[in-house]
């Protein structure tokens, strides 16, 4: 079997915790200490080596996916990991995955499923998975619809048909029903929720999009030969610049003739919204979800999260608070699907707090605003042994350096010189320099940032280790 994990989306309804640079995918949600997109690879790897487990993100993530799969997978194979330049949903994002499988595997069984889902049900749901390869290997494309237990307005259902070696022919699919159409689903007892988890054969996919999606299938490949520019950055760019976005439910499975439905109960949630959270957490006597820094009085129902300070609640009743160091979210628990108005508020205004947490990963190490002004900034940063930043400068801002623990190495114009505890340095605008730790334990610095502008966009490498481009933050 082969397993191919969509570890590309934002998770947008979990803000403050899930941001663009970190969306829920790699965040702790679910019932282990492991972030999603860990307990999805933990939980297809006794079906499958590593060889033939593809994961596809962005390729704005790459080095936050590479940090996670590594603690797993030491030895991942790097051309496993495919980057999307540009997000264009799941149709195009499989059929890339579906292009890299060697012809020789292409008759073999390939599950695609969700990077961000909760399945509490570990063995039963690779028992099902196990149940639907031979119907797949038939030439079937074989969907995992969830057994629902209450008519949820915020998933699209499938309706089964005849029966079908196990499972069901897929009658239709329905996008998310209003309310008094999803009571009818459920009374009807033929409707399971759309999950995203499915499985067929890579020819029987390919034969599908050459058919259905002809000028997806033609972009990425030619005939049947995958275009040999395909792996190459300049190539995918371009295939990904020119392909219609376009989800997998839309572009082949509901026009599809050849699907099949496998109701499966595995305590799944698409951990979609804080309400979902909510929904599958446990709760106290009151029905009260709370984690961290918490103390609830006279309330009932709510969902309370601190991330660091003290929370205290009293009279409550069906609310969501949860809390971050920068960012606060107050909202009734029906009402948890709206986050994602919030945040598209945060984006037009292009808030800080829309892309990142305080403490932001860096391939070298981390970074965290500690306060700022109109016009400075301060932060620490934490480089890790053996790591540098790139080899860079600022058009609008000097920088000062001050080592609080560890060892610097610093590189300003043509100078080289090393920095102790306690020493500091001044980096001047339009002055090239490069920071590197060249210790056994990680670099801490402050760093104040003086200037008429502080964004992260005001920079140009010269050089650098991560390859990153010029102004990538």
Known sequence: MIGMILAG?????????SRTMTPKQFLNLGSTHESLLQETIKRLSPLLDKDHMLIIGSIVHE??????????????????????????NTAPAILWGLSQIPENLRDEAV???????LIQKEQQFLDKLKAGEK?????????????????HTGYGYIKSGKPLNGGFKVDRFTEKPDKETAEEFIKNGNYSWNAGIFMATPNTLLNEYKELNPESYNLFFEGVQVKPELTEDSGIHQVFSRVVSNSIDYAILEKSKNVAVFTIDVGWSDLGSWESIYEISNKDDNGNVTRGNVIMRDSENCLIISDKRLITCSGLKNII???TEDALLACDLTKSQDVKKIVETLKREDRFEYKFHTTVARPWGSYRVIAEGKDYQIKTLTVLPGKRLSLQRHFHRNEHWVVVSGSAEVKRGEQTYFLAE???????KNEFHRLANPGKIPLEI????QGSYLSEDDIERLEDDFGRAETFV
Request: charge should be negative; aromatic fraction near 10%; proline fraction near 11%.
């Open 9 to 17: 989306g934002s998770g947008t309804r979990l803000w403050p915790f």
């Open 63 to 88: 080095h936050e996916l590479w940090s996670q799969i590594e603690q797993l997978i030491p030895d991942y194979p790097k051309q496993n990991l495919l980057l999307e330049p540009q997000s264009k």
């Open 111 to 117: 599950v695609i499923l969700p990077a961000d889902h």
């Open 135 to 151: 119907l797949a290997k038939e030439g079937w494309i074989v969907t995992f619809g969830i057994k629902p237990d209450h008519p």
């Open 321 to 323: 608070i949860i809390e």
């Open 422 to 428: 306690n020493e500091s340095t001044y980096i001047p």
């Open 446 to 449: 402050i760093e104040v940032r």
